[in-house]
């Protein structure tokens, strides 16, 4: 599970990243708002630990942007302002949990354990239009017809979806899926995200990967 906190004192980083490692999480973590929310916009995150006071843009600034952008990715937001009127806005605002500092270490690991329980739990399929992923069977179908996806098709078709209507460089995907054992190829994604339109696109009217010249792909029902 890969954490991204995103919080301006360093002692507090410190302390999370060595806890959270300790319990087994990969950790990343920006000091301001505006990297990261660069960092939770290009890279896939299983959770955010989001403080509300930081520079250049504060949390709920950095709240709205990814759950406008539609990353639904589970945030846990930190504040030492814990006022009912403070939880309110940074739950309504799109946050999943809200906890005040100071607080123990204890206590945020398990409200962590429940938003990945959570998370984990409605993520066992994904649908855009028509076209439906079961992950756990790891079977797809659009309009009902079954599609036959090798491994890596089915992966960089679950990454494409659950990063819908944003556009991800050749980079940005290669580095995700580096599972790909042939990824030193230089064009890897053109040959996947071909194959993929072969499956899913090419017998249907409506269109879902989309190539944005010059910068990359995404997967949309635009």
Request: charged content about 30%.
């Amino acid at each position: 599970m890969k954490i991204l906190i995103i919080e301006d004192d360093l002692k507090i980083i410190n302390f999370l990243k060595k806890g959270l490692e300790e319990e087994c999480y990969v950790v990343d973590f920006s000091t301001n708002g505006d990297e990261g929310l660069y960092l939770a916009s290009i890279n896939e995150y299983d959770l955010i630990l989001l403080d509300i006071m930081l520079p250049i843009k504060d949390g709920i600034e950095v709240c709205k942007s990814l759950r406008s952008s539609n990353i639904q990715t589970p945030i846990i937001m930190l504040t030492a302002k814990d006022s009912i009127e403070d939880k309110i806005k940074g739950l309504d605002i799109g946050a999943n949990d809200y906890l005040a500092k100071p607080f123990s270490f204890a206590e945020l690991l398990a409200r962590i354990r429940v938003q990945l329980r959570v998370s984990v739990a409605s993520q066992t399929k994904l649908t855009i239009a028509d076209l439906e992923l079961d992950l756990l069977n790891k079977t797809a179908t659009r309009a009902n017809q079954n599609i036959t996806l090798t491994a890596k098709e089915f992966a960089l078709l679950e990454y494409l979806i659950k990063n819908r209507n944003r556009v991800l460089s050749e980079t940005t995907i290669n580095e995700a899926l580096s599972s790909f054992e042939d990824s030193n190829i230089s064009n890897i994604v053109n040959v996947y995200i071909y194959r993929l339109r072969n499956k899913i696109d090419k017998n249907f009217e409506k269109k879902l990967i989309k190539t944005i010249r010059g910068i990359g792909f995404k997967i949309s029902e635009d």
